[in-house]
């Protein structure tokens, strides 16, 4: 059984769309993140979330609003999407400290 | 606040030699240390990790670590590396406790070429 699963894993699409990314984890934990992860494989914290309750929001544009409807799922929607938000999105959660990754969305903005 | 420095981008090595991916960290309060790996096109894995005790730690495929606290380091080492060892190597730290946010470095690529 997949621990943390993203989906899709690929997502190409133009630009001004608005595309939605979900996360679901089996492990238990309260604590929910989304990283995104530039061409220069430099991880960067977007959002996280404690038991349904934003806790980290780190200066992202809010183009982009997370949601959790319960501690289980954590997804992402982006609208009006930009070049610049080609990237690889992850998904994580955490137990003490350590981190549980997703195998990641790859969102292509043409 | 922590902040984690990966001084080496990339470290390129030939198969079967030893390797060593340097980590240092900065924080005013006492840390939990963490080694993940990414290899291509996936997401990232535990390799290791330091919280207390015995400062080596070790993972199952043969990579070790050593906290050192007087130089604020945690470098990852192994004697003998494999061409399936080339990957992404992310070292993070995140203060006592685990509550407070995981700081990543920017990342060390390995290449084992043979």
């Known amino acids: 059984d997949t621990a943390v699963s993203q989906t899709p894993k690929y997502l190409v699409t133009q630009m001004g769309n608005d595309k939605s990314i979900k996360c679901e984890q089996n492990?238990?934990?309260?604590?929910m993140y989304w990283y995104k992860q530039d061409s220069k494989k430099f991880l960067k914290i977007m959002f996280s979330y404690n038991n349904k309750e934003l806790i980290i929001n780190e200066t992202v544009p809010n183009r982009f609003s997370p949601k959790s409807p319960d501690k289980a799922h954590l997804n992402l929607h982006i609208n009006s999407l930009e070049l610049g938000d080609s990237a690889v999105y992850f998904c994580a959660s955490r137990s003490w400290g350590e981190l549980f990754f997703g195998e990641g969305s790859r969102l292509t903005v043409l | 606040a922590q902040s984690v420095t990966q001084l080496d981008s990339q470290v390129p090595v030939f198969e079967e030699a030893p390797v060593e991916l340097r980590c240092n960290y900065s924080s005013s309060v006492s840390v939990y240390l963490f080694w993940y790996v990414q290899y291509p096109n996936q997401g990232l894995q535990l390799l290791l990790k330091?919280?207390?005790?015995?400062?080596l730690v070790e993972s199952i495929n043969g990579f070790e670590a050593e906290f050192n606290k007087s130089q604020t380091s945690f470098h990852l080492r192994k004697p003998s590396v494999h061409i399936s060892d080339t990957a992404e190597y992310f070292c993070?730290?995140?203060?006592?406790?685990?509550?407070?946010?995981?700081?990543f470095g920017k990342g060390t690529k390995l290449t084992v070429n043979p």
């Open positions: 492990l238990g934990h309260d604590t």
């Open positions: 330091y919280l207390s005790g015995s400062t």
């Open positions: 993070a730290a995140v203060a006592e406790g685990g509550s407070e946010k995981l700081v």
